[in-house]
């Protein structure tokens, strides 16, 4: 079993849809990391929390620290949303990111 | 750009060959890595510098050689490899390996 599991692995929405994508994880964290990762391969940091939650336009990000889990909202989708997002932790005392395996959204119009 | 700048951004060599890749951030980030993200996979870790010292070598085969001559600047040099490594290597650099994880574009390299 991974340290950090995401679900779904994919999703396909359409225009407009809530979207919600999970991250459970198992070891003990400093941080947890929501990244973007578009077809062409360039990735990009969409947030870092260590408790509560955070937001950025249509983007929320929420941590529970107690239950190891955290969740990405995206809210009124677009097909532009369209991309894989990785959940990432850094754990404690070690010198590296963990990754989950990834959610491919896709959304259609 | 994101701040951290990876070239080539695609590159295809054979298995005799020797090339390497390059990253470069200005963002004053005292760490720096290289991931590697095969199909279907998650991400990878591969090295991990500190402050121009290798602070972790995750299990990965000599024939990538990494290189940090400064803060800003890590290479991987690569000879002699499989068509199994056809992957994206990806380079992030961080300040104090928790804050401001940023990501290169990727180059995309195919072994032939």
């Known amino acids: 079993k991974n340290e950090v599991e995401q679900s779904p692995q994919n999703l396909t929405a359409q225009e407009g849809e809530f979207i919600t994508i999970n991250c459970s994880y198992s070891?003990?964290?400093?941080?947890l990391h929501w990244l973007q990762q578009h077809p062409g391969g360039g990735i990009v940091s969409l947030f870092m929390l260590s408790s509560g939650k955070k937001k950025h336009g249509r983007l929320i990000a929420t941590i529970n620290i107690q239950e190891k889990h955290s969740s990405l909202h995206i809210t009124a989708s677009h097909p532009r949303d369209s991309a894989v997002y990785i959940c990432a932790v850094s754990a404690q005392g070690a010198q590296k990111l963990v990754f989950g395996q990834g959610t491919r959204l896709t959304i259609n119009p | 750009e994101t701040g951290v700048t990876q070239t080539p951004r695609h590159l295809v060599m054979g298995m005799t060959n020797k090339k390497s890749l390059k990253c470069e951030q200005h963002?004053?980030?005292?760490?720096m890595y290289w991931y590697k993200q095969s199909a279907k996979k998650p991400l990878e870790l591969m090295f991990v510098y500190s402050l121009e010292e290798r602070v972790e070598n995750n299990s990965v085969p000599s024939r990538f050689s990494p290189e940090c001559p400064n803060s800003s600047h890590l290479f991987l040099h690569l000879h002699t490899l499989q068509p199994e490594d056809s992957a994206l290597y990806l380079c992030a650099s961080s300040q104090d390996f928790d804050y401001g994880y940023t990501f290169g574009s990727g180059t995309r390299l195919t072994v032939v």
């Open positions: 963002l004053g980030h005292n760490a």
């Open positions: 070891v003990g964290i400093s941080a």
